[in-house]
C-alpha cells in the first residue's frame, strides 16, 4: 500500500506541511510563535508516526489491529458481518499510541460501512454504540474477523485507505484514526482469546487470538 513503510502517517503530511511553513515564517515575524508552531509541528510528527513492526509469522494467529490497551473482552452478537456469537476485544487509543491500524490477518475486504455518530470519550463502555464508527470485514480462508475505528471526545476524524475486493496482508497498514480514539475486534465465537482488559498491545505484532484451520 502507497506509504506503508513511510515513518509518518501519509494522513499526517498536510499538517506537517502546514505547521512547517508556519514555523518558519514565525521565525522571521516573532519568534515565540515559531516556538509553539515548532512544539505542535513534533507533536504531529510524534502523533502521525508509522513505526516499522515485526509482523509474526506463525500459523492459525490473529493480530492486534491497534496499539494502546485492553479495555474489554466481550461475548456479542455480531450480525453485520459475522452473523452471529463472537468475542469483542475493545482497543484504547490515548494521543501518545500509535495511530495507525492495521489488518489482523491476511484476507480479502468484503464489508466496508461508515456511521456517522457523536463523540463520547472512547474509553466510555457505551461510545461505542453511538460514537462515529467505520467498520472494516476481512474474509481469510477459514474464517471472518471485523475491525471497527471508533472516534473519541478528541478524534473526530476517521481514515480508511481500503475498499471492498482490497487484498491485506496481515499486519498491513489500512487506515488511522486522528487524535485519540478506540479500535474494535470481532472474531467468532471458537477463537481462542490470547489478551485480557490491562494488556498493552501493539498494532501488527501482538497475538489476539488463536484459531485452527
Known sequence: MKGEKFPIALAGVPY????????????????PLA????????????????????????????????????????????????????RRVSI??????????????????????????????????????????????????HLRVL??????FIARRIVCYVRCGDFLRRGQLFGLIKFGSCTELYVPSHVEICVRPGDKVKGGETIIGRFTA
Open 92 to 141: 484504547f487509543l490515548s494521543i501518545f499510541n500509535v495511530h495507525v491500524n492495521r489488518s489482523p490477518l491476511d484476507g480479502e475486504v468484503k464489508y466496508i460501512y461508515y456511521r456517522p455518530g457523536k463523540f463520547l470519550p472512547a474509553f466510555k463502555s457505551h461510545a461505542s454504540e453511538i460514537n462515529e464508527k467505520n467498520f472494516v470485514g476481512i474474509e481469510a480462508p
Open 35 to 86: 516556538v509553539l508552531f515548532g512544539l505542535l509541528f513534533i507533536f504531529c510528527a510524534f502523533f502521525f508516526r508509522n513505526p516499522p513492526r515485526r509482523i509474526p509469522g506463525e500459523e492459525g494467529v490473529i493480530l492486534s489491529p491497534a496499539d494502546g490497551v485492553i479495555l474489554s473482552v466481550d461475548n456479542v452478537n455480531e450480525e453485520k458481518f459475522l452473523g452471529g456469537p463472537a
Open 16 to 31: 506537517l506541511a502546514v505547521l512547517g511553513l508556519l514555523t518558519v515564517g514565525a521565525y522571521y515575524l516573532f519568534k
Open 147 to 152: 475491525v471497527t475505528q471508533v472516534t473519541g
